[in-house]
């Protein structure tokens, strides 16, 4: 059982457009992260969102945490050849204390 | 460098072989995480090590994997009689709140 789903699972885009990946459970978590993975290299934290409703920016990418702490979503303007990767969400505070449970990521690719 | 190293980076044997998988975590770091990532997919959790208190090994997929965790810090990861499915990437991780950091990981390929 997946406990938290994104999506979409791919998206290919051309460089300049704007996107949106989703991520949700019907589970409350005490924190969310979004991590991105290049190919070849591990996942590496983007930004962690604590507080419902909590909205982060990072330069072009806007981070969201739904009001009830069960989704998030994340949002990225004009999009960048350099954004393409495997983003990845992940929920703290489930059953395990101290562990993460990931989605199943989304694969960006941005074309020139 | 202070990062999660993994070794070996990458591992090829024949289906039926042991094999063991290494992960060194970041100094002072309390909890290790391994995960399993097939082409394209995203993280299968394996198991966790907290501090000492009991692995979480729910994430195994067989009684073919173990790991352990020696002196709190270096674990090991070991899948017997290795099947063709076992074929993915096994990614360690070292946290100590809740930020994870992950190795580079270890590509293993079964023949």
């Known amino acids: 059982t997946q406990l938290l789903e994104q999506s979409p699972q791919f998206l290919s885009i051309q460089e300049g457009e704007n996107l949106t990946v989703y991520c949700n459970s019907s589970s409350v978590f005490s924190s969310l992260q979004w991590y991105r993975q290049e190919p070849g290299e591990g996942p590496v934290l983007l930004v962690t969102?604590?507080?419902?409703?909590e909205v982060k920016k990072l330069k072009r990418l806007t981070f969201q945490f739904g009001d009830a702490r069960k989704d998030s979503s994340l949002h990225i303007t004009a999009a960048q050849p350099g954004d393409t990767g495997l983003y990845l969400c992940?929920?703290?505070?489930?059953?395990?204390?101290?562990?993460?449970?990931f989605g199943r990521g989304t694969q960006l690719t941005v074309w020139p | 460098g202070a990062g999660v190293s993994q070794s070996p980076s990458n591992k090829v044997t024949e289906k039926g072989k042991d094999v063991e998988l290494r992960c060194d975590p970041i100094?002072?770091?309390?909890?290790l995480y391994w995960y399993r990532q097939s082409l394209g997919q995203g993280l299968e959790f394996l198991i966790y090590?907290?501090?000492?208190?009991?692995?979480?090994k729910s994430g195994l997929p067989s009684d073919r994997f173990s790991a352990e965790r020696t002196g709190g810090s270096v674990s090991t990861l070991t899948i017997q009689r290795t099947q063709q499915e076992d074929s993915a990437v096994y990614l360690c991780?070292?946290?100590?709140?809740?930020?994870?950091?992950f190795g580079p990981g270890t590509r293993l390929t079964v023949l």
């Open positions: 969102v604590v507080t419902g409703g």
């Open positions: 090590f907290q501090g000492n208190s009991a692995p979480d």
């Open positions: 991780a070292s946290s100590f709140f809740n930020e994870q950091f």
């Open positions: 100094s002072g770091h309390t909890a």
């Open positions: 992940a929920g703290a505070g489930g059953s395990t204390l101290g562990r993460l449970y």
